[in-house]
């Protein structure tokens, strides 16, 4: 699963049947969708996604705020040209 915090529309594919990533499943599988941003969401709020992972142990804001600076880093190089 693909999710931006922008935003953006989030995107789902099959790697093992579509490693170039031609079909968003999105649409077409829901429930799969819903459950992995449930702990997409779940990971996010602990801090951590592996078992027994500290958590950063930082304020929700301060991450939100660096993921968005992080994005505007991103853009501003995805947006120079060539």
């Given amino acids: 699963m693909i999710a931006d915090t922008r935003g953006v529309a989030h995107e789902l594919y099959d790697l093992a049947r579509?490693?170039?990533?031609?079909?968003?499943?999105?649409?077409?599988?829901?429930?799969?969708?819903?459950?992995?941003?449930a702990l997409m969401d779940t990971y996010f709020?602990?801090?951590?996604?592996?078992?027994?992972?500290a958590a950063e142990g930082r304020p929700v804001e301060d991450i939100l705020a660096e993921?968005?600076?992080?994005?505007?880093?991103v853009d501003q190089i995805m947006s120079r040209p060539e």
């Fill in 45 to 53: 709020l602990q801090g951590h996604s592996r078992p027994g992972a």
């Fill in 67 to 73: 993921r968005e600076f992080n994005n505007t880093l």
């Fill in 18 to 37: 579509d490693p170039m990533e031609t079909t968003n499943l999105m649409d077409t599988e829901p429930h799969q969708a819903l459950r992995l941003q």
